[in-house]
């Protein structure tokens, strides 16, 4: 009974003994004890890199170099597009070969600047910085708008736009995403191991912006090394504190983790700041540490290579631009030719047609399979047996949706909260129908958003 | 571009469970129920619960194939009809009224509504009390151990209360249908299932106090012998009759039963309620068949004024 109530007063005062979470999600087999203990691998691509100009939320880049022109690594080729817009620098020394279209990761063909490595990985030299207590709000967030920090879990929003809310002395919390609740994916993992300080570093930077605010490093238990690593090194720090989570998907989905975290709810119609929290997960922080801190552009990050047709998985430090079948290959190449390759984790990730295809800003992980799991699964009637509803942690009824979905009933879809799904997949992974819930749902609520702006 | 990857919409993985490892779970689940029946009715149970449960697979089998549609015995759910209809006949009714239960089932109440997950009535429910109507006598005679006499839930209804033995009722030494007679059985099955996270007890666990809580105190004024929570009135009503098959193993139906957590709960109310009423107050001593097929009705209803509140709009709680 004592266990239960503390679970209770848990929930209701976001601490506690009890671990935090939210209500619903699934626990799909993890897969991460493939790439877990893999150190960090840095990696020199040898190929053209590709750099596509949208890689972020907003504006695509304007490209500031032409044909033929000589860049070094770390020197800016495409300025921010717009206020919501970022910069892309060079990752490697080499000649600008060609501005034209190529495939993205998730599947769609955008301009991108193509530079011909010449090996010699020649980087410019950075400006000294001052150091952080010196620089005023504007200073920093200008210096992380300008190395082109993106918000690197997968969603790619501009980190200048998201620490600027409107009224910034309204934020109570700042919350690292240290979840890493999708399976297989083990980047963050190896960054909290191999540098939590980097990231306790980019989380000191973000406080510096709002005064009022704690910092929280939201961590799901299944990594109880990070949490002891990062608990000892902001014992000293009375702004910050290490939350153990459940180790449960969608953990690290924003919504899930502000209300495991602070106890504070947001919908469909408020952005976090709303609710007085700012969420970057911790690759976003280790480039805001290096932006501020060191003065160095975002051009590179940590890949997970993993899945069972990969020979050697591993955690890679990838440039930006650099084309996923090097890193393949850096990761001993394919065991067995693969029926699926996804750009990011299996719940969430893009599926490739062509792995002829670049590292970008959001790509956390290249996972390859044997066998696509997907392609034999037959859809059979719903039995209306209600997995679907416990799984979800937006508190919809998914099935429903997905049949007004399908019967293009917006109306409906709508007052039934279609548009509070936020896509995390856990329907359709519990379904034993096999239905495709959520992806039913999402084009729907895509086509609900597009009318929207059309009203507009 | 030669020897493209596959490539499909996100999540990329899937559990392994199934809807026909679900339905072959729960006919393993009335394994126990249907032996106990065997074990106790002889022969005639055995042919009665082969015929109803192959009638069913074969019904289903012939009309999809008739109606070009894509053939669904492999799902289990066919068997679980046909089991659950066989189950609750008399192990001395014909043959062919078992037979013509199957065909009702499938064909009337689950097929030409659409199929699974389109009927709104639990077939094999739909079915008994289609042949309790048309064939009352038959249905409605209990046999055990060569001699005919009235069910421990008729003698209740008789205010007979003394002449029931709870212990023979938890065992299923009594007459009764086929697979309602021992409530241990039935809650082995039961145990399975939710063991393998396939039932949970918001139904059948509100359905049973509820019931409890209305005949504790309503049972007095349908027998003068019985006092307020009389603890044998109560005992004999719980394991009487179809209520323990009904609430563990036919309440619980997926298709029938409201998708909303707080709707089952409501739906188990309803139950109970019901259940109670026709069982004290009603002509006849049962009232499990009724109370499920009129609250299979409700579902709608019950579906509509219970919808769950989205997260971050009071439904994180």
Known sequence: MYIIYNKLKGRKEGKGMALLTFKGGIHPDDGKSLAKDKAIVDVKPKGDLVYPLSQHIGAPATPIVAKGDHVLRGQKIAEAGGFVSAPIYASVSGTVKAIEPHFNPTGAKVNCIVVENDGEYKEVEYAPVKPLEEMTKEEILNAIGEAGVVGMGGAGFPTKVKLSPKEPEKIDYIIANCAECEPYITADYRRMMETPERLVGGMKVVLSLFEHAKGIFGVEDNKPDCIEKLKELTKDEPRMEVMALKTKYPQGGERQLIYATTGRAINSTMLPADAGCVVDNVETMINIYQAVVEGKPSIERIVTVSGDAINEPGNFRAPFGMNQMELVEQAGGFKEEPEKVISGGPMMGFAMFTVDVPVTKTSSSVLAFVKDPVKRLEETACINCGRCVDACPSRIIPSRLADYAQHHDAETFEKMNGMECVECGSCSYVCPAKRPLKQSIGSMRKIVLANRRKKK | ?????????????????????????????????????????????????????????????????????????????????????????????????????????????????????????????????????????????????????????????????????SMDMLIGRIPGTIGETSVIAIIIGAIFLIMLGIIDLRIPGTYIVTFVLFIGIFGQFSDANVGFFDPQFITAELCGGGLMLGAWFMATDYVTSPITKSGQIVYGIVLGLLTGLFRLFGGSSEGVSYAIIISNLLVPLIEKVTLPKPFGKGGEK
Not at chain 2, 9 to 31: D, E, G, Q, W
Not at chain 2, 36 to 45: E, I, L, R, S
Not at chain 2, 90 to 110: D, R
């Open chain 2, 1 to 165: 571009m030669e020897n493209q990857l596959n490539i499909s919409s996100s999540p990329h993985i899937r559990s392994k469970v199934t809807s026909s490892n679900i339905m072959l779970m729960v006919t393993i689940a009335l394994l126990p129920a249907s032996a106990f029946g065997v074990y106790n009715f002889g022969m005639d149970a055995l042919l009665m619960l082969i015929v109803t449960t192959a009638t069913a697979v074969l019904t289903e089998f012939i009309y999809e194939k008739l109606m070009h549609k894509k053939i669904t015995i492999g799902d289990f759910s066919a068997v679980v009809t046909g089991l659950l209809l066989g189950l609750n006949m008399p192990p001395t009714a014909p043959l062919w009224m078992g037979a013509l239960g199957s065909v009702f089932a499938i064909l009337i109440v689950k097929q030409l509504f659409g199929g699974l997950g389109q009927n709104f009535m639990n077939p094999a429910l739909g079915a008994r009390c289609f042949l309790l109507i048309s064939f009352a006598g038959q249905m409605t005679k209990f046999v055990y151990d060569g001699e005919t006499g009235p069910t421990p839930l008729a003698y209740l209804k008789e205010g007979a209360l003394s002449s029931v033995n």
